[in-house]
């Protein structure tokens, strides 16, 4: 996530807003003359000197471990979602020049006391500001736990999460604001909690679906709900609080805005205004912002300072921000990731608690850094994606490795020795592709390419009909998957990643909402096998993708056969999945091996999170099963041969 990206969110979509430019009066004049890129509005000396640092010159440069370039927030993946932010480097100037680079204290003036002692914040001459390490942490430490300042969850999930501390519902259900008829709560305790942020927030909602002309848009989108409740925060805890100090010292890219946000941010502008029921520039100073300028400003940070909430199984539910985790730095090789593990039995008080847990050893002195795109895509996805949403290009060692093939684009060698060859690309026409290991020539580059385009169209397509008409949206993955197979595609490569983890889901939609077939389950099993199989050759071990990949396998192993194969067949090692007691064994392998990753990336300290204790059930669970089957065949074969020892050796 991204590990889980909501990028419609971040965006903010017109689909959730039916407010146009020209319908706000008093603003659009001064909208599209801030809208545009230049110099940001004037600062206090608290937001000057703690705001993100202009680097002193205007190259970015790669170091031993990673380089970035923003420090803003993010996470991913679909990795996801994400989490953005951002220090970084010149638009101008893409060629790297090495240079030594330098690292200062930064003051926090009395601001992000939650930091523990053992992290600081550093300047560095060549990125910005940064999370730094001043003691050794070890994969799988906790480096940070979090609440975030503001968090609102995604318009689809208000009616099966609670709005204050992002539970799933239980049996019994939400209870709903008997007012707005928008936000639900587990409790009364929950809502009494969130009434302070929400009060002012069930007046807008109200109005604003008074005046909505459909029911489609009426209810605000996420990015519409989160900035109210931003500036609905500042006025609470007060403009001049610590709380409103860091919403401001977050990063802006307003002076390097991309053409194609213009639009995004002044309409995302148009329906803040109108949400909080503003009229003219002047009625937003009460929020601490002295003209249209300012709004502008704060859409930019919120954009970039946007992290995905999740479920613990990473499942996308809404969006967050925190602006002490916004401090981490971006690499596409990360040492770290944003996790919400959601403790077993934790209080509500305390949750959604934000993660951030390292993925592997950093020594001290060494940088924290966190992925804002999904790791599994290609280079150029991840610098395009970069370069839209955080202005910035990634110059880190997995972005600037040189090597024959990349696993997220490559094919099986075409005489099976075990290698892969690079894709085909359209610049290189005709030109044959090799396989790194064996030189075998590719044969048809065409028809590489034409499937290639064709499976990303297919992709494109299906995830857009996810939400809307999953049978078709599963023709598809079912009807163009063995077309880059058959293209010789591998199980990491992209597109057919990311079709194949669609799949996946469509696949256990259906198991859950019917009676699944023994067929559709096996399929289901195959498909996260394939999946399980490309994140491996991808993500390091511990990353939370590739372990929550792992306990969806298990879980799916685990699941009753509604036609389980019959004893007799158990033998039949070439099929997959098995059946019987050898798919069980699988799953229990699956659990094991999940468990030791979740360790990793959702924090060992928390024992995987609730996921993590949900797989150690399963895990005890699948043992007495396996233990009794195993007893069980080991007293027939003890019965069989006291038989035989009772009836004695046959007559000659």
């Given at each position: 996530?991204?590990?889980?990206?909501?990028?419609?969110?971040?965006?903010?979509?017109?689909?959730?807003?039916?407010?146009?430019?020209?319908?706000?009066?008093?603003?659009?004049?001064?909208?599209?003359?801030?809208?545009?890129?230049?110099?940001?509005?004037?600062?206090?000396?608290?937001?000057?000197?703690?705001?993100?640092?202009?680097?002193?010159?205007?190259?970015?440069?790669?170091?031993?471990?990673?380089?970035?370039?923003?420090?803003?927030?993010?996470?991913?993946?679909?990795?996801?979602?994400?989490?953005?932010?951002?220090?970084?480097?010149?638009?101008?100037?893409?060629?790297?020049?090495?240079?030594?680079?330098?690292?200062?204290?930064?003051?926090?003036?009395?601001?992000?006391?939650?930091?523990?002692?053992?992290?600081?914040?550093?300047?560095?001459?060549?990125?910005?500001?940064?999370?730094?390490?001043?003691?050794?942490?070890?994969?799988?430490?906790?480096?940070?736990?979090?609440?975030?300042?503001?968090?609102?969850?995604?318009?689809?999930?208000?009616?099966?999460?609670?709005?204050?501390?992002?539970?799933?519902?239980?049996?019994?259900?939400?209870?709903?604001?008997?007012?707005?008829?928008?936000?639900?709560?587990?409790?009364?305790?929950?809502?009494?909690?969130?009434?302070?942020?929400?009060?002012?927030?069930?007046?807008?909602?109200?109005?604003?679906?008074?005046?909505?002309?459909?029911?489609?848009?009426?209810?605000?989108?996420?990015?519409?709900?989160?900035?109210?409740?931003?500036?609905?925060?500042?006025?609470?805890?007060?403009?001049?609080?610590?709380?409103?100090?860091?919403?401001?010292?977050?990063?802006?890219?307003?002076?390097?805005?991309?053409?194609?946000?213009?639009?995004?941010?002044?309409?995302?502008?148009?329906?803040?205004?109108?949400?909080?029921?503003?009229?003219?520039?002047?009625?937003?100073?009460?929020?601490?912002?002295?003209?249209?300028?300012?709004?502008?400003?704060?859409?930019?940070?919120?954009?970039?300072?946007?992290?995905?909430?999740?479920?613990?199984?990473?499942?996308?539910?809404?969006?967050?921000?925190?602006?002490?985790?916004?401090?981490?730095?971006?690499?596409?090789?990360?040492?770290?990731?944003?996790?919400?593990?959601?403790?077993?039995?934790?209080?509500?008080?305390?949750?959604?608690?934000?993660?951030?847990?390292?993925?592997?050893?950093?020594?001290?002195?060494?940088?924290?850094?966190?992925?804002?795109?999904?790791?599994?895509?290609?280079?150029?996805?991840?610098?395009?994606?970069?370069?839209?949403?955080?202005?910035?290009?990634?110059?880190?060692k997995l972005c600037c490795r040189t090597t024959a093939a990349d696993p997220r684009e490559a094919l099986w060698?075409?005489?099976s020795c075990g290698g892969i060859c690079p894709y085909p690309t359209e610049e290189s026409g005709d030109r044959?592709?090799?396989?790194?290991?064996?030189?075998?020539?590719?044969?048809?580059?065409?028809?590489?390419?034409?499937?290639?385009?064709?499976?990303?169209?297919?992709?494109?397509?299906?995830?857009?009909?996810?939400?809307?008409?999953?049978?078709?949206?599963?023709?598809?993955?079912?009807?163009?998957?063995?077309?880059?197979?058959?293209?010789?595609?591998?199980?990491?490569?992209?597109?057919?990643?990311?079709?194949?983890?669609?799949?996946?889901?469509?696949?256990?939609?259906?198991?859950?909402?019917?009676?699944?077939?023994?067929?559709?389950?096996?399929?289901?099993?195959?498909?996260?096998?394939?999946?399980?199989?490309?994140?491996?050759?991808?993500?390091?071990?511990?990353?939370?993708?590739?372990?929550?990949?792992?306990?969806?396998?298990?879980?799916?192993?685990?699941?009753?056969?509604?036609?389980?194969?019959?004893?007799?067949?158990?033998?039949?090692?070439?099929?997959?999945?098995?059946?019987?007691?050898?798919?069980?064994?699988?799953?229990?392998?699956?659990f094991v091996k999940a468990h030791e990753e979740l360790l990793i990336g959702f924090g060992k300290k928390s024992?995987?999170?609730?996921?993590?204790?949900?797989?150690?059930?399963?895990?005890?669970?699948?043992?007495?099963?396996?233990?009794?089957?195993?007893?069980?065949?080991?007293?027939?074969?003890?019965?069989?041969?006291?038989?035989?020892?009772?009836?004695?050796?046959?007559?000659?």
């Amino acid at each position: 996530m991204s590990f889980g990206k909501l990028k419609s969110a971040r965006k903010g979509k017109e689909i959730h807003s039916f407010v146009k430019p020209e319908s706000v009066s008093g603003f659009s004049d001064t909208m599209k003359a801030d809208t545009s890129p230049g110099p940001l509005p004037s600062q206090s000396p608290m937001q000057i000197n703690a705001a993100a640092p202009k680097n002193s010159h205007d190259t970015m440069v790669t170091d031993e471990q990673a380089v970035v370039q923003h420090s803003p927030l993010s996470q991913a993946s679909e990795e996801q979602a994400p989490p953005r932010t951002q220090e970084h480097q010149s638009p101008t100037n893409p060629t790297p020049v090495k240079t030594r680079e330098s690292t200062n204290s930064v003051n926090l003036h009395g601001c992000h006391t939650d930091l523990p002692s053992f992290l600081e914040i550093r300047e560095s001459s060549r990125h910005g500001r940064g999370l730094y390490a001043k003691t050794a942490l070890s994969a799988g430490e906790i480096i940070l736990s979090i609440i975030p300042h503001v968090f609102v969850l995604s318009t689809p999930n208000l009616e099966y999460y609670c709005s204050a501390c992002a539970a799933p519902a239980a049996t019994a259900g939400l209870k709903r604001c008997p007012k707005c008829k928008t936000v639900r709560y587990c409790n009364s305790d929950c809502q009494n909690r969130d009434w302070a942020w929400h009060r002012r927030e069930c007046n807008a909602l109200q109005k604003w679906a008074a005046s909505a002309p459909s029911s489609d848009v009426a209810i605000p989108g996420e990015p519409v709900r989160c900035l109210g409740r931003i500036m609905w925060g500042s006025q609470k805890e007060g403009l001049d609080s610590v709380w409103a100090q860091e919403i401001r010292m977050m990063h802006s890219n307003r002076n390097s805005l991309q053409p194609s946000a213009f639009g995004s941010h002044t309409h995302l502008a148009h329906s803040v205004v109108r949400y909080l029921g503003v009229s003219s520039p002047q009625e937003l100073e009460p929020y601490g912002l002295k003209s249209a300028g300012d709004l502008v400003d704060l859409i930019s940070r919120f954009t970039t300072n946007t992290f995905t909430l999740t479920t613990p199984a990473l499942t996308p539910i809404g969006i967050c921000v925190s602006p002490t985790v916004a401090l981490a730095n971006h690499s596409c090789d990360p040492n770290a990731a944003l996790v919400f593990p959601r403790a077993d039995g934790g209080s509500r008080v305390k949750e959604p608690l934000l993660s951030l847990v390292a993925l592997r050893n950093v020594a001290p002195g060494k940088e924290i850094r966190i992925s804002y795109v999904d790791t599994t895509l290609p280079n150029r996805l991840r610098q395009n994606e970069l370069k839209e949403v955080y202005s910035f290009s990634c110059q880190c060692k997995l972005c600037c490795r040189t090597t024959a093939a990349d696993p997220r684009e490559a094919l099986w060698c075409p005489k099976s020795c075990g290698g892969i060859c690079p894709y085909p690309t359209e610049e290189s026409g005709d030109r044959a592709t090799h396989c790194v290991k064996c030189n075998a020539q590719v044969g048809d580059v065409g028809a590489v390419l034409d499937a290639l385009r064709v499976g990303q169209e297919a992709l494109d397509k299906a995830s857009s009909l996810q939400s809307k008409d999953r049978v078709k949206a599963r023709q598809l993955t079912t009807n163009i998957t063995p077309i880059l197979t058959s293209a010789g595609v591998t199980p990491s490569s992209h597109p057919l990643l990311a079709l194949t983890r669609l799949h996946k889901e469509l696949l256990i939609d259906s198991l859950s909402s019917s009676s699944p077939t023994q067929e559709t389950l096996d399929e289901a099993v195959r498909t996260a096998a394939r999946y399980t199989a490309g994140l491996q050759a991808l993500l390091p071990k511990g990353h939370p993708v590739r372990a929550v990949a792992l306990g969806e396998l298990g879980k799916l192993l685990a699941v009753d056969e509604p036609a389980p194969t019959s004893a007799s067949d158990y033998a039949g090692a070439e099929k997959f999945p098995p059946s019987g007691p050898p798919r069980l064994k699988l799953a229990y392998e699956s659990f094991v091996k999940a468990h030791e990753e979740l360790l990793i990336g959702f924090g060992k300290k928390s024992g995987g999170g609730l996921l993590g204790a949900e797989i150690r059930e399963a895990i005890m669970r699948l043992e007495k099963e396996l233990g009794i089957w195993t007893t069980g065949i080991r007293n027939v074969l003890e019965d069989t041969l006291v038989s035989a020892q009772r009836v004695g050796p046959p007559s000659q």
